[in-house]
């Protein structure tokens, strides 16, 4: 299927919720092939095998998009692990991996920008900030990108120099925002401000991404979906963050020394039956745009899936517990293990 003959990110919006998984970095790292601390996606260079086979998870499981894994893929992150060489490399190979993957199955291909990290309201900042994304979309414009997601933002400013670069090539944009323990942009202004500001500025899709859990994000994406009137965009990191500890930096484990944060979050883990509650939730609210970001698994996308009612092909596998031999309930099963049930 071509990307000309499929519909559009607005259009399924339109008709209703879209799935997008997310959370590339810490799956990668889990699975051995990034390291945490930079964070930086080499892996689309050295094993692009390992992304391929993970966008397909997550569309199998339900993702209507196929992100190019080219978040902190950017100049900045390049240069202080000693590799700016690598940079335009790796932002065409991670959109060719993530093209190919959208092309098996009319999943729709995003290009993404993320927080550079070395914004600050001085100009010389913003041009610089303004240059790295100029590069990143060019590259995701050259592979046929159907939009652009331009993630992560603490500065509700970095986010609008994002959203004027994607702007220009007449592409939509997806526009989130990431939000620590004090719930405003690092500007000063609150989650709806903020977003109002960027649908004002053009955006088609505002919200939250990353940082905060189900439970401590579903609050302040009420607020947004009543400050503005485009699409709304939820993805919480499935970590089961609450008001003392509303972020997933914050979360403190008393069986554990130290930050949690990144490597040990966990036994912080939101079950799939948590994310489907938040799908739901959201939906309920009028929120169309949902996923998951850092420490999603395939199973968190089902639910979540499944929860706004979606059947991915994943869901072929999903439990079915009344054939199991000691709590299923089946009349082909021993009794006798079912009597035994409660000793398990
Ligand atoms: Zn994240």
Redesign the pocket.
């Known amino acids: 299927m071509t990307s000309s003959a499929k519909p559009g990110l607005l259009e399924r919006l339109e008709q209703g919720p879209v799935i997008c998984a ?2 590339y ?2 799956e990668c790292e889990r699975r051995g092939y990034l390291q945490a601390g930079a964070f930086v996606p080499e892996v689309v260079l050295e094993h692009p095998e390992v992304v391929t086979e993970l966008h397909r998870e997550f569309v199998h499981a339900g993702s209507d998009v196929v992100e190019a894994f080219t ?1 902190y893929g950017h100049r900045e992150k390049l240069r202080i692990i000693g590799k700016e060489h690598l940079l335009e490399q790796l932002n065409r190979r991670a959109l060719e991996i993530a093209r190919e993957v959208a092309d098996e199955n009319g999943a729709l291909l995003a290009g993404d920008l993320s927080n550079t990290n070395i914004f600050s309201a001085d100009d010389e900042s913003r041009r610089t900030v303004r240059r790295m994304f100029e590069e990143q979309t060019r590259w995701a414009v050259d592979a046929g990108a159907d939009f652009v997601i331009a ?2 933002f603490s500065h509700a400013e970095e986010a609008l120099i994002a959203l004027d670069v994607i702007k220009q090539t007449g592409l939509p944009a997806v526009v989130t925002l ?1 939000l620590h323990r004090e719930p405003v942009t690092r500007d000063g202004l609150s989650p709806a401000e903020a977003c109002r500001r960027i649908e004002a500025a053009g955006a088609d899709v505002v919200g939250l ?3 905060r859990g189900p439970r401590t994000m579903l609050p302040h994406v009420e607020a947004i979906r009543e400050a503005v009137s485009c699409q709304v965009a939820a ?1 919480p ?1 499935p970590y089961r963050t609450h008001d003392a500890q509303p972020t997933f930096q914050s979360l403190r484990d008393p069986e554990f020394d130290g930050q949690p944060f990144p490597t040990a979050l966990d036994p912080f883990t939101c079950s799939r039956y948590e994310l489907a509650e938040f799908g739901a939730a959201a939906l309920e609210l009028g929120v169309r745009y949902l996923g998951v ?3 999603a698994g395939p199973h968190h996308i089902r639910s979540l899936a499944e929860a706004v009612g979606r059947t991915p092909p994943a869901s072929r596998y999903t439990a079915d517990m009344s054939k199991h031999a000691y709590l299923g309930t089946d009349s082909s099963l021993l009794s006798e293990n079912q009597e035994f049930a409660e000793k398990l």
């Open positions: 997310e959370g970095l810490f978040y993630e992560t990431a991404n990353c940082i993805l990191v970001c850092c420490g």
